[in-house]
């Protein structure tokens, strides 16, 4: 059974920082492209972040550019979030998704709450 399970969610203040961890279990982790999504109240789930299966390459949403950092551990099954200067609008639940094909995620974990405060 695969199992995406995130963790690291909270309360911060604006400017803050936040690490968010996926731990995926059944699945060959090291095969897969994985990426950060995120749903803010009353939007539709947004891209934020992935790290590709084979080549190490990251790419970011642009409002998330230079403030985020996605990075895996192959070896533990675990791909991490970092956030710093984090925004308000940074606000949302946080789900980290797993895809075998380009833009195919076919697994979620159920997502963990980032409340940014100013």
């Known amino acids: 059974q695969v199992q995406l399970v995130e963790s690291g969610g909270g309360l911060v203040q604006a400017g803050g920082s936040l690490r968010l961890s996926c731990v995926g279990n059944g699945i060959i982790f090291r095969s897969y492209t994985m990426a950060w999504f995120r749903q803010a109240p009353g939007k539709e789930r947004e891209f934020v972040a992935d790290?590709?299966?084979?080549?190490?390459?990251?790419v970011y949403a642009d409002s998330v550019k230079g403030r985020f950092v996605i990075s895996r551990d192959n070896a533990k099954n675990t791909v991490h979030l970092e956030m710093n200067n984090l925004k308000p609008e940074d606000t949302a639940v946080y789900y980290c998704a797993a895809a075998l094909r380009a833009a195919s995620y076919a697994y979620w974990g159920q997502g963990t709450q980032v409340t940014v405060s100013s």
């Open positions: 790290s590709s299966r084979s080549s190490g390459i990251t």
